[in-house]
Nanobody, 116 residues
Framework: QVQLVESGGGLVQPGGSLRLSCAAS????????MGWYRQAPGNQRELVAL???????NYADSVKGRFTISRDNAKNTVYLQMNSLKPEDTAVYYC??????????WGKGTLVTVSS
């Protein structure tokens, strides 16, 4: 069983930055594809960014050039650096882990609010 705990959300002004963290426990973190997803009120959950076990990264078009996903396998942690935040980035951000057997785990989410 894998447990994921997100942190780092909060209120930020447009144009500001936040860094989200997701600490994983259980399993072999270095083998997992890790991802960040978000869900805004009234919307479906959507992919924000992925990072594979080899370090390959993918981003949603809406965040390319503004967000950066990274991982520290020694700390079993994945990060999402969010810069130039916009009001439309407001959402609950969820951490996701996908194992080599395609089993997925979710964190409980952390709220990001971008507002002046």
């Amino acid at each position: 069983q894998v447990q994921l705990v997100e942190s780092g959300g909060g209120l930020v002004q447009p144009g500001g930055s936040l860094r989200l963290s997701c600490a994983a426990s259980g399993g072999i973190f270095s083998l997992y594809t890790m991802g960040w997803y978000r869900q805004a009120p009234g919307n479906q959950r959507e992919l924000v960014a992925l990072i594979s076990s080899s370090g390959s990264k993918n981003y949603a078009d809406s965040v390319k050039g503004r967000f950066t996903i990274s991982r520290d396998n020694a700390k079993n942690t994945v990060y999402l650096q969010m810069n130039s935040l916009k009001p439309e980035d407001t959402a609950v951000y969820y951490c996701n882990a996908r194992t080599i057997r395609d089993v997925t785990y979710w964190g409980k989410g952390t709220l990001v609010t971008v507002s002046s």
